[in-house]
């Protein structure tokens, strides 16, 4: 077929047929009715059929352009809507984000930031992963994530941080412990104690451990959990310390008989940041997760 039968082609018929004149669909189409007679008549010729019976009171259908009306409509609405979703895909009102976030994150901001992303961007899809914040700049690396929120002060090679959100780590005792009623102390005074520490190569246990060492002395881990719920009931139950997120643990806090004591050291106010790959601009729909975590 010598002719292509392309998409302004199908508008031109689509329009002829309704309005039933060529002149009609040429002014709602903003075409010359020369051009959109043009069109039509090379479409007749390359397919070798009539697709209107012509006259001085307009056009009027064939049986075969019956036929190309009822589908050109489904191609058009399906071309429209492709339109439209290319144009909020470019706009970042849709598509798909591969979020990883640290146990922080999961506790304190993203329960209230994504029912928000839900209400304000239906059409976006977000996927959510827990995974430790030394672990987040590999999954963005190996293109397994499109976002990370971590525990880092510095960027690794390859890695863009952009500051997300605070929180505050405090010393939680059991209510019955000689610091329970203290108001603020040092991690230095605390070393003494026997800990209640998460897993290995969390970015929290890796700072107490650091900071340990920055006075000289090992850290006492007496035991080591997954959870910051678990950390907080083995406190509980009077078996060691722990340093944990306030907002994170507000709930087992208010549950629980543990009492939180301020630390006096810089390194306890955090910042959680944005984790993105560095030379790659996100996609539309990461763009905006980004804006609204970091409103």
């Not at 292509?4 to 189409?29: C, F, K, Q, W, Y």
């Not at 036929?67 to 970042?92: F, I, Q, T």
């Not at 598509?95 to 146990?103: I, K, M, P, Q, Y």
Request: hydrophobic share 50%; charged share 20%; aromatic share 2%.
């Amino acid at each position: 077929m010598n002719a292509p039968l392309d998409l302004t082609t199908l508008r031109v018929i689509v329009a002829a047929a309704e309005l039933g004149s060529l002149s009609a669909a040429s002014d709602r189409l903003q075409l010359a009715v020369a051009a959109a007679s043009a069109r039509v008549t090379a479409l007749e010729d390359a397919l070798g059929l009539r697709v209107f019976e012509r006259s001085s009171r307009g056009v009027r259908l064939t049986p075969a352009g019956q036929m190309l009306v009822r589908r050109g409509r489904e191609l058009l609405a399906d071309s429209d809507r492709l339109s439209v979703d290319l144009h909020d895909y470019a706009k970042g009102l849709q598509g798909h984000v591969r979020l990883v976030a640290n146990t922080s994150a999961m506790l304190e901001l993203l329960p209230t930031r994504l029912e928000q992303m839900a209400r304000e961007h239906p059409l976006i899809r977000i996927d959510v992963e827990e995974h430790g914040s030394l672990d987040i700049p590999m999954l963005l690396l190996d293109g397994r994530a499109d976002l990370g929120i971590v525990d880092m002060a510095h960027a690794p090679h390859g890695i863009t941080l952009r500051d997300c959100f605070t929180d505050t780590l405090v010393l939680v005792v059991p209510a019955v412990h000689a610091l329970a009623g203290a108001s603020t102390i040092a991690f230095e005074d605390a070393l003494d104690e026997n800990f209640i520490a998460l897993s290995n190569g969390t970015a929290l246990s890796s700072r107490l451990v650091a900071s340990a060492s920055v006075f000289g002395k090992l850290l006492k881990i007496r035991m080591q959990m997954r959870s910051f719920d678990t950390v907080c009931r083995m406190v509980a139950g009077n078996l060691g310390v722990a340093v944990l997120p306030l907002e994170a643990v507000a709930p087992q806090l208010a549950s629980l008989p543990l009492r939180a004591v301020r630390l006096s050291d810089a390194w306890a106010a955090r910042t959680h940041r944005i984790a993105l790959r560095s030379g790659t601009p996100p996609a539309p729909a990461t763009r905006t997760l980004v804006e609204l975590l970091t409103r």
